[in-house]
């Protein structure tokens, strides 16, 4: 089965840690995204990727970074310069950037304190 | 400025009930998208349709029909005889042509009581 699929479902971290959510996906899509969604907002994006080695920011990049380094996977890394991190996170993808399509995947639930 | 409003924070109906959730956008393009997505308790959003500005035609199906007017940048959902397993946020988005951006409504939860 095609799809995207992200880890773990729940994470819990300690204030001032780093913490790496993965998102990958089988779809042979070129573009991916990460978005966040707080209680009563819509989806923010983050970052996105038209192609491997490519990444751009989003509308609330500070405090974030990913990778690109295979097409499958878009790794976001939620660093300890991110004032509020915990949320919901989104990964989703598309065939190409721009593409009226995106998948999403289950989210990651991602908890600090 | 919003580009999708929706201002139905929540609504709550019982079953069988008809429900109509509003969805409001704001674009200079003349070639855009509308999106709506269902988000279940699970979390993962479910596309539900997507109606591109040069189709205004209405669209059924099942017991879902959305409704889309350019006049009043308007592309509103209606759920007929909602069921508990519509229980959900749902929401509303828009993509321009020439931008590769989705922007989302703040979503309107649907609870559908039994």
């Known amino acids: 089965d095609g799809g995207i699929t992200q880890s773990p479902k729940y994470l819990f971290r300690k204030e001032g840690q780093n913490v790496t959510l993965s998102c990958e996906q089988n779809l042979n899509h070129d573009a991916m995204y990460w978005y966040r969604q707080d209680p009563g907002q819509g989806l923010r994006l983050i970052y996105y990727s038209q192609i491997v080695n490519d990444f751009q920011k989003g509308d609330i990049a500070e405090g974030y970074s990913v990778s690109r380094e295979k097409k499958e996977s878009f790794p976001l890394t939620v660093t300890s310069a991110q004032k509020n991190p915990t949320a919901f996170y989104l990964c989703?993808?598309?065939?190409?950037?721009?593409?009226?399509?995106?998948?999403f995947g289950p989210g990651t639930r991602l908890t600090v304190t | 400025a919003q580009k999708v409003t929706q201002a139905q924070t929540e609504i709550s109906v019982v079953e069988k009930e008809d429900v109509t959730l509003d969805c409001v956008y704001e674009t200079r393009d003349t070639t855009y998208y509308l999106f709506w997505y269902k988000q279940p308790p699970s979390g993962e959003l479910v596309f539900l349709i997507r109606r591109n500005s040069f189709d205004e035609q209405n669209e059924i199906s099942g017991r879902y029909s959305w409704n889309f007017q350019k006049s009043t940048s308007s592309f509103n959902f209606t759920i007929t005889a909602s069921q508990v397993v519509d229980s959900a946020v749902y929401f509303c988005a828009l993509k321009e042509d020439n931008f590769n951006k989705f922007y989302f409504g703040s979503g309107t939860k649907l609870n559908v009581k039994p």
């Open positions: 989703a993808s598309s065939k190409r950037l721009g593409s009226y399509e995106q998948y």
